[in-house]
T-cell receptor
């Protein structure tokens, strides 16, 4: 079945570091991918929609200069957390695919911890 | 704006029990509804997708029902096992088939 791969699965770094997270669709082409953020014991919150070959669409309240999204190919979207601070520590998950009768597929998530 | 609520927030049962997880949504104009499973520190695994024209879907010991008019869905787990312990999330599309609005989930613990 369709698989979405996310890398890395865990990142621990110092405050001020920029961190890049990759999301790949392994056996299908995805013109659109989605980035979610999840705080402990909270629901997934959509951050942005990544569009291949064009600018990402950010949800209200999400800083586009803080969370840079690049979707340079039909199988890869990247999320870069720039100058990360402890409040950016969270679980980030990407997804792709999904139609009226087919489920959306999610990556395994990236646990980001900023010290 | 679509809102999704899941009840209960947490559930602890002994192995073998049948159980029901509830999901409600405010905007009934949905294309489908998905149930996901999330293990601690992991991503989401799709369990069942119910299209708006369907009333229920079954996969093994799982059965999900959908009542669009009342804005409700239930996930029924038969003969629960310790391996079923996880957080169960329901989600509905915001528009079209794209972004999803999630409930906060039901954390299930099945004890041996």
């Amino acid at each position: 079945g369709a698989v979405v791969s996310q890398h890395p699965s865990w990142v621990i770094c110092k405050s001020g570091t920029s961190v890049k997270i990759e999301c790949r669709s392994l056996d299908f082409q995805a013109t659109t991918m989605f980035w979610y953020r999840q705080f402990p014991k909270q629901s997934l919150m959509l951050m942005a929609t990544s569009n291949e070959g064009s600018k990402a669409t950010y949800e209200q309240g999400v800083e586009k200069d803080k969370f840079l999204i690049n979707h340079a190919s039909l199988t890869l979207s990247t999320l870069t957390v720039t100058s990360a601070h402890p409040e950016d520590s969270s679980f980030y998950i990407c997804s792709a695919g999904g139609t009226a009768d087919q489920p959306q597929h999610f990556g395994d998530g990236t646990r980001l911890s900023i010290l | 704006k679509q809102e999704v609520t899941q009840i209960p927030a947490a559930l602890s049962v002994p192995e073998g029990e049948n159980l029901v997880l509830n999901c409600s949504f405010t905007d009934s104009a949905i294309y489908n509804l998905q149930w996901f499973r999330q293990d601690p520190g992991k991503g989401l695994t799709s369990l069942l997708l119910i299209q708006s024209s369907q009333r229920e879907q079954t996969s093994g010991r799982l059965n999900a029902s959908l009542d669009k008019s009342s804005g409700r869905s239930t996930l029924y787990i038969a003969a629960s096992q310790p391996g079923d312990s996880a957080t169960y999330l329901c989600a509905v599309p915001n528009s079209g088939y794209s972004t999803l609005t999630f409930g906060k989930g039901t954390m299930l613990l099945v004890s041996p």
